[in-house]
């Protein structure tokens, strides 16, 4: 599961993708939805992190905040404070995976399991 977060409450775009991807290109595809005329910040998980991504994310008016991979030739700096928000995120997938249908995923298709998905983040953001 990707996703996107506004905030540790909410979510407004997410997708699902196999488990054999590579999460570069799902991020690009969750860049794609959205867009930002402000210029926001952009916290991004390091799997999230290569060359296209970050151009991509840069050219929809956010501000990348996303530490490079140990084994990077050539580093970038990135705001290290600012980052630290990003368990923001983390925490809202420990609370949507509190739903055991969520964590365990039996289902079998993914329409359904998108349901699954979608009933526990209207569960959370109206009881949590």
Request: proline share 3%; net charge positive; with cysteine.
């Amino acid at each position: 599961m990707h996703l996107c977060c506004a905030s540790e409450k909410y979510a407004f775009v997410f997708h699902l993708s196999a488990g054999n991807r590579h999460d570069a290109p799902q991020g690009r595809k969750l860049i794609e939805m959205i867009y930002s005329e402000d210029d926001h910040d952009l916290l991004m998980d390091r799997a999230y992190e290569d060359n296209k991504t970050r151009a991509l994310a840069e050219e929809h008016g956010f501000n990348v905040v996303v530490p490079p991979k140990k084994n990077r030739k050539d580093p970038w700096e990135y705001d290290k404070e600012l980052y630290k928000k990003r368990n923001q995120v983390e925490r809202y997938f420990l609370r949507i995976k509190r739903f055991r249908k969520v964590f365990t995923r039996y289902d079998k298709l993914d329409s359904i399991f998108l349901s699954v998905i979608m009933l526990a983040m209207i569960f959370d953001a109206l009881f949590m």
